[in-house]
């Protein structure tokens, strides 16, 4: 049983994670209907520059607390991410807003190979290991063990999807993006700076991949180039599993998506008398993509979506 | 709609991985010999073909060997060298394989078709085997300086050579050593499901049975993850005193941290991948008391092991695992070239089978397999957050007809 929890509480914690980097899918998905595979790239040189700024703040000897030296570089890496968050839109997908969808989603896979080549010339190839600044000192919890940052990863992702909710359906700004997401040409003629909207979702959703980063190397203690590639992969599965556009479904279908991949790798192996083993982990998150593509193209919560494109 | 919309996604995907895949081209080589002052000694420009992952989770250690051999090269063509007549000037073609079979093969034929007198690589045995079966079809001699599956050199073909001892003497060592010296009684394994980390493994498993011990669960993951929570819970379930991984450094090292984030208390052994500086760096505090084995003396202890610190970190910086390997691959394909007096590969190929050279890294001399006669195994442990050499098994007596694990199978 405490097998069990303890590969629940694996899989939450890593749900949590992919439900972070999924809100950023489905916000920009739900307003421009476009998947900006770019996403996970911004995840990724939002870690690098946070562990660039922790290894100068480590380098030069000032004492501080480690989870102070991580909000230093969090705060480091969130303009970065806004910066380019805004810059993709404006360079990539901007100019081809009225282009077919293929063209936008080839523009994003190649911003995001763009990218990734960026930083692996900025940060080298190797992995960078993320010194451990965040407190995770570990607690016996029913048999199974859970840590502060496993539990603080967790109220992130639940708090930044209740904070966008409300932004989404609370603030002028989030009716703004309803709108927009409704139909940009008569937003627009009411008023609605569609093209500022668009921008801010972009620089939003970023500062969002930033946080994101900071926290997936942070608990994982490694950050390295390409490390945005499988991760945008599988929050892009979690988002399309919640229904994508949702922003409840985002964190729905990360959470699922965590403890599917968990659980799958912890049971695998013996159900099947050990002629599958734990490798076959990522098989499970696209075998779920596949089967809510047949089964429930909108996703689990998402039924606005299919008509929509 | 949503659905072919999705599709198209998938689509363009694939698109991209290839587009990526085909991307790279190597910059076409310099024009051969220019035209010189009068009558000099014709000049030659011997191609040798380098191949490592460059790219991905390994490139550091692709790096590392890469400038294993290009300082060999620079060093070889510095002192000039006279091979049949003409002046050879040795060129280093590096390719990029990024650990994957699929591409190895692909970059081994780019070097077929280069022309390349012989090759120095790969250093994965995953993306080594397939290859050698192309370089092998072509007649091109290769030596690999870190592949240690012992399925390389089983092929049967003759121009496949390794530098260092293969993972049936290695696990056999690593098996016994966590036996009886780390007194494992309940192991686990991991491994990478690569053909280095299975391989290794799976020898490992075999010796450490052989020696008494239980294996209480084996567990897989792959050369690219980060997340290991899973598998180590499952492995905490079954309560073992020795955790084993059969893998490269990118993973044992994220390991070795979350194990301890998941209060697993055993002790963690794992094989020449894992042996690297960046191995430490990776797993932070948890690295210490990591027991790890690597074929080869410790660094220090290799003959020509203190220069060659001295040349390769004033050019590279610091030394992964295996340039002393590399450099004395590329070394020896050279001397064996200068010793036919000819750059002929199906020429000094026999050469080469029958060299006997004192290296960097020790006595370079191959069997009838073209595994290295005697190579030494060196087991190391992390204290102070550095590896520190506890002991060598095997190697120095260099008695030619001894190489008695080689066969063992």
Not at chain 1, 67 to 93: D, H, N, S
Not at chain 1, 102 to 107: G, K, P, Q, S, Y
Not at chain 2, 300 to 318: I, L, N, S, V, W
Not at chain 2, 384 to 389: M, V
Request: proline share 6%; with cysteine.
């Amino acid at each position: 049983m405490d097998i069990f929890l303890q590969q629940l509480i694996n899989g939450l914690v890593l749900g949590a994670i992919y439900a972070l980097v999924a809100l950023g899918y489905t916000m920009v998905y739900g307003i421009l209907g476009l998947i900006n595979f770019a996403h996970g790239e911004v995840v990724m040189i939002g870690a690098m520059v946070a562990l660039s700024v922790i290894q100068m703040l480590v380098a030069s000897g000032i004492a501080l607390p480690g989870p102070v030296i991580a909000a230093l570089g969090l705060l480091a890496a969130m303009p970065v991410c806004m910066a380019l968050g805004y810059g993709i839109e404006r360079v990539a997908y901007r100019p081809l807003r009225g282009a077919p969808r293929l063209a936008a989603l080839i523009t994003a896979i190649g911003m995001s190979i763009l990218l990734q080549n960026a930083a692996m010339i900025i940060w080298g190839r190797q992995y960078h290991s993320f010194p451990a600044l965040l407190p995770a000192t570990p607690h016996q919890f029913a048999g199974a063990t859970i840590n502060d940052l496993q539990i603080f990863i967790v109220l992130l992702a639940a708090a930044a999807m209740l904070v966008l909710l409300y932004l989404v359906h609370r603030t002028r700004l989030g009716r703004a993006m309803r709108a927009t997401s409704e139909n940009p040409e008569i937003a627009g003629l009411m008023g609605v700076n569609i093209n500022t909207v668009i921008s801010i979702t972009f620089v939003v959703g970023s500062a969002l991949a930033a946080v994101a980063g900071v926290m997936i190397s942070a608990y994982y203690g490694v950050a390295h180039y390409f490390m945005g590639f499988m991760l945008g992969l599988k929050a892009f599965t979690a988002a399309v599993l919640g229904g994508i556009g949702n922003l409840a479904g985002a964190m729905l279908g990360g959470l699922l998506l965590g403890i599917i991949e968990s659980l799958g790798a912890g049971y695998i192996g013996d159900l099947t008398g050990g002629f599958l083993g734990s490798h076959y982990q990522d098989v499970f998150a696209f075998l779920v993509l596949i089967l809510v593509l047949v089964f429930r193209p909108s996703g689990l919560l998402g039924e606005r979506v299919a008509e929509r494109s | 709609m949503v659905r072919r919309h999705l599709l198209s996604v998938g689509m363009g995907l694939v698109a991209a991985a290839f587009l990526a895949a085909c991307g790279r081209e190597a910059p076409p080589p310099p024009p051969a010999s220019k035209a010189e002052a009068p009558k000099p000694p014709p000049e030659i420009v011997v191609k040798l073909g380098s191949v490592a992952p460059l790219t991905g989770p390994q490139a550091h250690l692709g790096k590392d060997n890469d400038n294993g051999a290009r300082l060999a090269v620079a060093e070889i063509n510095a002192r000039g060298l006279m091979i049949g007549g003409a002046k050879a000037k040795f060129e280093l073609l590096s390719e990029d394989d990024q650990a994957d079979p699929k591409t190895g093969t692909i970059v081994a034929q780019k070097l077929v078709d280069a022309r390349v007198a012989g090759v120095i690589g790969h250093l994965n045995s995953g993306t080594t085997i397939p290859a050698s079966k192309i370089y092998n079809d072509a007649g091109i001699p290769q030596i690999s300086p870190s592949a240690t599956n012992p399925k390389y050199t089983e092929q049967g073909y003759k121009g496949a050579f390794r530098v260092m001892a293969n993972d049936v003497q290695q696990g056999k060592v690593l098996g016994e050593y966590a036996v009886a010296r780390l007194g494992a009684r309940k192991i686990a394994i991991i491994d990478d499901r690569t053909a280095y980390g299975q391989g290794l493994a799976d020898e490992f498993e075999k010796a450490a049975k052989a020696s008494g011990a239980n294996i209480v669960g084996r567990e897989y993951t792959s050369d690219k993850a980060t997340d290991f929570r899973a598998i180590l819970t499952n492995v905490k379930a079954r309560k073992p005193d020795l955790v084993f991984y059969g893998g490269m450094d990118a993973q044992a090292g994220p390991m070795v941290a979350q194990m301890k984030t998941l209060a697993v208390k055993a002790k963690f052994l794992a094989g020449d991948g894992a042996q690297s500086p960046e191995f430490i760096k990776l797993a932070g505090p948890a690295a210490e008391g990591v027991v790890a084995s690597s074929p080869g003396l410790p660094l220090d202890k290799m003959p020509g092991g203190k220069g060659f610190t001295e040349r390769y970190t004033a050019k590279y910086g610091q030394i992964q695992i295996y340039a002393p390997f590399a450099y004395d691959a590329a070394v020896t394909l050279v001397e064996a070239m200068q010793k036919a007096n000819s750059t002929e590969p199906a020429k000094y190929l026999p050469e080469l089978a029958r060299i006997s050279r004192q290296g960097v890294t020790g006595p370079i001399a191959f069997d009838g397999k073209g595994d290295l006669r005697n190579g030494p195994i060196t087991l190391y442990v992390v204290k102070s957050g550095k590896w520190d050499a506890l002991e060598t098994v095997g190697g120095e007596a260099a008695a030619p007809a001894a190489a008695p694990a080689a066969q063992k199978k």
